[in-house]
């Protein structure tokens, strides 16, 4: 699926899409602040439908004690980053564990799956990212994983998180893509190479401000990439940390 707004071309020809962190869906329900990037439950916009196998950029902050209740998913890619906080996750498959602050859990809901998720804390929200991709195939057993980034992940890099295809330390997923995780310094800039299999991107800022295809990026922006033929630099402003999607 991909989004239909307006693209904004490049001077390279390919073509890039912001989506402002002000424009996002909302829901409000006391214990649960949520921003929607593409359409979720209920909110629906026909503009926002997903883009590539993306469909769900979720930012949520729970409030101590909240939390989602034991509940169904099936053939979706999963993964959750903790921004602040901490996320208590249980499942059927038997996990259990407490996600903090900077590190990412991993679920592939495959033939199907039962998870809970909720704010451990009694004093102390939790923010994060949770973001889910349609699967490159139907079914299959559910998968689990965990990685700790935090303080690990490298300055002027990108860390590679998930990909298609065994590679490095990423974790192998069930889509035709790449999820990396940046953080930048201040003035600092890094290449993003080209690359044929995957010539989509997106772009989904955490915290900073960064620059990319001549877009400015903010907190909770988001940039689509489409059909990008050659590298392209991701510069920052201020230090930033963001998620980066290669995407088929």
């Given at each position: 699926?991909?989004?239909?707004?307006?693209?904004?071309?490049?001077?390279?020809?390919?073509?890039?899409?912001?989506?402002?962190a002000a424009e996002r869906g909302r829901a409000e329900h006391g214990w649960l602040h949520a921003r929607f990037t593409f359409s979720f439950a209920d909110y629906f916009d026909p503009d926002q439908?997903?883009?590539?196998?993306?469909?769900?950029?979720?930012?949520?902050?729970?409030?101590?004690?909240?939390?989602f209740p034991t509940h169904p998913h099936k053939d979706a890619e999963i993964f959750t980053y903790v921004i602040s906080g901490e996320l208590e996750h249980r499942d059927?498959?038997?996990n259990g564990s407490i996600i903090t602050a900077g590190n990412l859990q991993y679920m592939s809901a495959g033939s199907g799956v039962r998870h809970s998720e909720?704010?451990?804390s009694k004093d102390t929200p939790t923010e994060l990212y949770q973001v889910w991709l349609k699967p490159n195939q139907s079914g299959g057993e559910p998968l689990y994983a965990e990685k700790k980034l935090g303080d690990r992940a490298p300055n002027n890099a990108l860390t590679l998180l998930?990909?298609?295809?065994?590679?490095?330390?990423?974790?192998?997923?069930?889509?035709?893509?790449?999820?990396?995780?940046?953080?930048?310094d201040a003035g600092a800039e890094l290449a993003a190479a080209a690359d044929n299999n995957l010539p989509h991107g997106w772009v989904q800022v955490i915290e900073g401000e960064v620059e990319v295809l001549g877009q400015t990026l903010g907190r909770a922006d988001g940039l689509a990439i489409s059909d990008h033929p050659e590298?392209?630099?991701?510069?920052a402003a201020r230090n930033?940390?963001?998620?980066?999607?290669?995407?088929s």
């Open positions: 699926m991909s989004t239909t707004v307006d693209d904004t071309k490049t001077s390279a020809g390919w073509s890039v899409r912001k989506r402002p439908m997903g883009f590539r196998s993306l469909r769900v950029m979720n930012n949520d902050i729970i409030e101590a004690g909240g939390g059927s498959m038997g909720f704010n451990p998930l990909a298609g295809q065994p590679k490095g330390d990423a974790t192998v997923f069930r889509q035709d893509a790449e999820v990396s995780f940046g953080r930048l590298a392209f630099a991701i510069r930033s940390k963001f998620l980066f999607f290669r995407l």
